[in-house]
Every structure is written in C-alpha cells, then in structure tokens.
C-alpha cells in the first residue's frame, strides 16, 4: 500500500540536549516545544514486494548517509508489522535542510507516519510519538499538534510528546529568518554525544525540571515578555553547553549574531519581539500575531536574509491523499 504524510518541524522553547539512552534516543530532560505551520516535510511511502532494496530520495537526492537512516527506521516498521518488503521513499522539505530549523524532527515524524499506514499498522498518537523518537529524538514533537511536551521518561514506553495546549490557544506566531542554506558541518545526532563533556551540563538537567513547570505556568497566563525572557535565556544557555563541549560547536554565523542583537534594538523601538535558536544558525523570530507585519518589513530591509518563512502554531503530522509518486 502506497502511504504519503506531512508533519511540521518543531521549534523548542525549552531545550532537548543530551541523551540518558543513544539507542533508544532517551533525553536527559524533557522540553516544551511549538508545532509549526509551515516549516513541512511531505513523504509518500510504498513498500514493494518486487524492490530488492529500499530506494530513499531527499529533496530529489539519494544521499547514503541519510538513506542509512531511513532504512534502519524502516526496519523498526517492518518489525512491528511483520513484513521484510523493501520501501520506495520519496521526501520533500518546504524549507531548507539541515541549516537549524529540525528538518530531522518533521522528517522522522512523516516517514514514521507515512510507513506504519502504509504497512497496515493502526497506532495511536503517543505509540507513533515513541516510535518517531527512535527515529530522531525531536521527531516526537512534530507527531501531536499545537504546544506539545515532550515527557523525560525513563523507559521507551513513558518518553513521548503530547499536546499540552492546541494551536489557537495564544495568538503567537514563529518568523523565521533564514541567514544562510548552507549544511552546518556537524550533524544534531552527533553533537548529543558529547554533551556531558561540557561541564555545565549537570547542573542544565537538575534544573529543568522546574524550568519545564515555569514555562507551562508563562504560557497558560500568556505573559508575553516573560515568555520571551525565558525562551531567549533557554537558548542562550544552551548554545553555552555546544561551546564548552568537547570537541565545542559553534553552530552561531556572524548573520545569526545580526539578527539576535537587532532583537534587542527592536524591543527598545516598541516592537516586542524575541529570539530563539536550535542547532543551526537560522534565527526563529517569535511575536504576538499582531506585529506579524513590522517585524517582517524590518527583516526586509537587512540584505543578510535570505528568506522569511512565517509559522503560526500548527497541526501534528497527519496523512495526505496527495502522492509524491
């Protein structure tokens, strides 16, 4: 059976760094993140009992590295269904790769979607979250909808996301600034590893417990200003345990920088509007709905972006009639 999904990439307003189990991709602490509209991957999958093996393209490539990937997340499916039929895959992003805007979450999330339909499985919401998770850690965020928390359990079964407000709770929206469509040169994965070599990192984990509590009371009482000050704060310590890594990451361009000190200067000319970053150098940009268009004809006039995708809160990853192939 021919199968297509479409999930949304996720940005996280409390971070996911670090992992208690690298096979079954346990996070050191649980985040809090916003599905968004229209950052998505669309994937069509058909398993084929002719195919002598799975056939991955990615934005019209075949990459081997990330072909690996698939097809070792497409096992995990053929496992749970009871079938060893190879898979014809075929990807498309909306929004540039591998440049810090969680194409590996939406990713994951479609194909985890797309397969388990497409080899007859019937699987609940948080049974399709902890099998997206294994496929890439953030990809269990990207399966419910709207503001989702992704729960620090201990166990594969209690480590998945949920809803924990729907997308038309809070009139907020997500402008992302695109700086640069380069690859960064180490992979999310890869960087996880090394987390516990920072020596800050012990002391972020016992504390986001509470940092976790705060934020849902901040978004529950819609306070503006005190969600902004903690998501910028959130990533500014996070980026502060990549650079004391061993080896350290600095995922941050000079254009990034840019963006991050014109926030500033904004919010001191009327215009409340705050950063936050994954692992990349793309800036996500958020703001109330109603100064959508100001900060849009700001990032206009700045010749170092390239593109200005903006995000609403959005649906979870759903199925699609419409084909890829």
Not at 122 to 128: A, I, P, Q, Y
Not at 146 to 153: A, F, Q, S
Request: aromatic fraction near 8%.
């Amino acid at each position: 059976m021919k199968s297509t999904a479409i999930a949304p990439s996720n940005i996280a307003f409390s971070k996911y760094w670090g992992r208690k189990d690298e096979k079954l991709r346990l996070p050191m602490n649980g985040s809090i993140a916003m599905c968004l509209s229209n950052l998505l991957t669309t994937t069509t999958v058909e398993f084929d009992p002719k195919s002598k093996a799975d056939d991955i393209t990615i934005n019209g490539e075949k990459r081997e590295k990330e072909a690996v990937k698939v097809s070792k997340h497409l096992d995990r499916i053929r496992k749970l269904a009871g079938i060893s039929t190879y898979a014809k895959v075929i990807s498309q992003n909306s929004f540039p790769t591998a440049t810090g805007l969680s194409s590996s979450a939406s990713g994951f999330a479609a194909l985890t979607v797309a397969a388990a339909n497409a080899a007859g499985l019937n699987l609940s919401e948080k049974e399709l979250s902890i099998l997206a998770r294994q496929g890439s850690g953030s990809a269990c965020r990207s399966i419910p909808g709207g503001i989702v928390e992704w729960l620090d359990g201990d166990t594969s079964d209690s480590s998945y996301a949920k809803t924990i407000f729907e997308k038309d709770y809070w009139d907020i929206a997500d402008v992302v600034a695109v700086v640069s469509e380069g690859r960064k040169e180490v992979s999310t994965s890869k960087a996880h590893e090394e987390a516990n070599s920072s020596p800050f990192m012990k002391a972020r984990v016992e504390g986001m417990k509470k940092k976790n509590q705060d934020l849902k009371k901040i978004i529950k009482e819609k306070d503006f200003q005190k969600f902004g000050e903690f998501i910028e704060a959130e990533a500014l310590e996070l980026h502060a345990i990549y650079i004391t890594q061993k080896p350290a990451l600095i995922y941050l361009l000079p254009n990034s920088l840019l963006i991050i000190k014109l926030c500033k200067k904004w919010r001191e000319e009327g215009l409340p509007v705050y950063f936050t970053v994954n692992t990349g150098q793309d800036i996500h940009l958020i703001v109330e709905k109603k100064n959508i268009k100001k900060l849009e004809e700001k990032l206009k006039e700045i010749p170092e972006v390239k593109e200005i995708i903006i995000n609403y809160p959005g649906d979870g990853t759903k199925l699609s009639s419409k084909h890829l192939f």
